[in-house]
């Protein structure tokens, strides 16, 4: 068994390295870009350790119930959201490169958070509060990054490259993801939480030394944009894109503890699902630019309620992870597609402001989903409760896709 897990990390790292050597052959306008994508890369890992060994830290180790299990998942997204705007500001007075440092700095101390949780181990309702401070705290930092890395790239490779620019930075963050997944679930199984603790204090520290040889891009000079006349351009497409990120939401929270629930590796659904994401932006990223963000997007929020209604259904494990797969391909495109939309319709001084304003939708759509679906769905300690939240997702993805096609419908005209 050893064996058999020790190879199945080799391949996945493998992986994540075989997609930067062929997005460094493509060369020209991508090049640029890895120096950036390789620090979002080992930035996010933390993140991508955590994803399947929290729902089991918090439900298995400190004993709590499925809600707690959501509303530590979810702080993190909630927090993001907050800080989006904060991160945005300081990366346009700062510079980009500032603010990914400011994320990384955040990011190590979330890491000390959660060592001060595992003090109070014994005593459950402590030990979840400073778990809930670090992935809080963790949630800002990585707000920070992503923003940062965004201004970043666009400052290198334009506003006319916005969803390429936007997929190969998200594909950096959820190759991280992908290969975080079951690296965090060989350091849960062999050192406990204080694996993790350790990796996400140390990791973002060592990623500082690459961001410090970067060179630096001036701070955006811009006009201030009022909020209601940014908003008023991005409620569309933004509300779309919340709508989708509900299965994203479902994925980050269940899918550990659903398929640990049937006798399955916990790790695997979301590494298929962040794989199949990867994989869409890097061959398929440029669609929305060639065919238009809203008819890509409107197709792919289809694909991802497919995706989590064959995970909710299947009693076996090939058909759960093609549809954890579906759910990745689905979802890979819909941000870049409303973003497109959203930044062609803004002058060029408002742009980057849309964006980030655009980007907190999705993170908003993850948050509500992690703790409210417990109250929604009567959780209990259980798998068929566990099933119940992926079925809840899949519904939600049908009722709400069809809010979605319509604010797509308005963001083409």
């Known amino acids: 068994m050893p064996t058999r897990k020790h190879t199945v990390l080799l391949a996945v790292i493998g992986f994540g390295c075989t997609s930067f050597l062929q997005v460094a052959r493509r060369g020209g306008s991508v090049a640029p ?3 950036i994508m390789a620090a979002v890369f080992i930035a996010f890992l933390v993140i991508g350790a955590a994803l399947p060994v ?5 439900h298995e180790t400190l004993g709590l119930g499925t809600f707690l299990v959501g509303l530590v998942a979810g702080s993190q997204f909630a927090a993001a959201i907050v800080s989006r705007v904060w991160a945005g500001r300081h990366a346009d007075r700062s510079g980009a490169k ?11 101390a979330a890491g000390l958070l959660y060592f001060l949780s595992l003090s109070f181990i014994t005593t459950p309702a402590m030990s979840v509060t400073f778990l809930l401070l670090g992935r809080a705290l963790l949630g800002v930092g990585e707000s920070f990054i992503i923003t940062g890395a965004q201004t970043w790239g666009l400052a290198i490779r334009g506003v006319r490259n916005t969803s390429k620019v936007l997929a190969w930075v998200g594909s950096a963050m959820f190759g991280a993801f992908a290969a975080g997944a079951p690296i965090g679930t060989a350091l849960y199984a062999r050192y406990g939480f204080s694996g993790i603790a350790l990796a996400t204090t140390l990791l973002p520290v060592a990623t500082l030394a690459l961001v410090a040889t970067l060179p630096r891009v001036e701070p955006t000079q811009r006009m201030q944009a009022g909020f209601l006349k940014v908003f008023s351009a991005v409620w569309v497409p933004g509300t779309a894109s919340a709508l989708s990120s509900i299965g ?6 269940f899918s550990a503890l ?13 590494t298929v699902f962040a794989t199949a994401f990867i994989l869409t932006r890097f061959f398929l990223g440029h669609l929305a630019d060639r065919f238009g963000g809203a008819k890509v997007a409107l197709i792919c929020v289809l694909v991802e309620a497919a995706g989590l209604a064959l995970i909710w259904a299947s009693p076996w494990l090939a058909l759960a992870l093609l549809g954890a797969a579906l759910t990745g391909f689905g979802y890979s495109l819909v941000y870049p597609g409303f973003g497109v939309e959203a930044v062609r319709s803004a002058p060029a001084r408002q742009s980057r402001a849309r964006d980030r304003r655009l980007h907190r939708f999705p993170r908003r759509g993850a948050g509500v989903r992690h703790p409210g679906s417990r109250l929604a769905g009567g959780f209990h300690r259980s798998r068929s409760g566990v099933r119940r939240q992926h079925g809840g997702g899949s519904r939600f993805g049908w009722d709400r896709g069809s809010h979605a096609l319509r604010a797509a419908h308005a963001t083409a005209r």
Request: charged share 5%; hydrophobic share 70%; proline share 5%.
């Open 33 to 35: 870009l890895l120096p």
């Open 54 to 58: 929290l729902p089991l830290h918090v």
């Open 98 to 108: 500032a603010a990914v440092v400011m994320g990384l700095l955040i990011a190590a």
């Open 248 to 253: 994203f939401g479902a994925m980050t929270a």
């Open 258 to 270: 659903l398929f640990v629930g049937r006798g399955w590796a916990g790790w695997s659904a979301f």
